[in-house]
């Protein structure tokens, strides 16, 4: 399976990116710097021809420029792609300030990486999931983008964006589930990541292993309902 996963580079990404390699997928690898544990996975895993197993590709997912690149050079060594995992994201509230604190400037960003970037890579690699097998469309949502079961009294900025993001891909799904594609929402947990921080319950890989089985379920479904589309790592529905 040709799989591309954005956000390769750590945490919850890096972890998937080695899941799937693992299991003998070829991964697109997005990024947008390489660190020192994407770089030995490269060492490991990559090679100069077109059929290396891991292919690292650089692109910042808010640039609709570079996507329009990325498409260029995903088309240059594959006729199609069968699964995308857009897990690319940012919390730029770490300090999570309470009403009177709030900095506006970081809200444009925080919506754009997490919940347009999502929507522009699958417009710009559209034509590519349509010639692969898969036609299946993921993306690392949260609990936090449930309103139906919110209970946060601040983080505005990253619920926000989970919930935007929720919203395309539920309107991504009425567009594209009669063409036959299959799309997912996976909240991976609460994860050990420089997001989720030390005190979390899931190590990256944990959540990985997770969240790639979900994948492959979704990847091996006839079809996938509405009231199938957002769930955790467990499988598990979620409140919208």
């Known amino acids: 399976m040709k799989v591309c996963i954005s956000g390769a580079n750590r945490g919850l990404g890096l972890a998937l990116t080695s899941v799937f ?12 710097h ?3 544990e994407f770089i030995e996975l490269e060492q490991k895993w990559a090679s100069p021809d077109s059929a290396s197993q891991l ?13 329009r690149q990325l498409k260029q050079e995903i088309e240059s060594k594959t006729k199609g792609l069968d699964m995308l995992i857009n897990n690319a994201a940012v919390h730029l509230e770490q300090q999570r300030p ?3 604190a709030l900095d506006f400037s970081i809200y444009g960003p925080t919506l754009t990486i997490n919940a347009v970037a999502p929507l522009m890579l699958v417009q710009h690699l559209i034509s590519l999931l349509r010639k692969g097998a898969g036609k299946t469309i993921i993306a690392i949502s949260s609990e936090a983008g449930s309103i139906g079961s919110c209970w946060r009294d601040r983080e505005y900025s990253y619920c926000m964006s989970k919930a935007a993001l929720n919203m395309g891909f539920r309107i991504l799904h009425n567009r594209l589930a009669p063409e036959g594609f299959k799309l997912r929402l996976i909240h991976p947990g609460w994860v050990q990541t420089d997001m ?19 994948s492959m379920e979704t990847y091996q479904a006839s079809s996938i309902s509405p009231e199938q589309l957002y769930i955790d790592w467990e499988g598990q529905t979620l409140l919208w």
């Open 21 to 32: 390699l693992e299991q003998g997928h070829q991964v697109f690898a997005l990024y947008r």
């Open 34 to 36: 390489k660190g020192k």
């Open 55 to 67: 292919i690292p590709l650089a692109c910042d997912v808010a640039d609709e420029i570079q996507i």
């Open 98 to 100: 309470d009403l009177r």
């Open 196 to 214: 989720g921080g030390t005190n979390a319950h899931l190590t990256p890989r944990a959540s990985a292993e997770a969240v790639y089985k979900r």
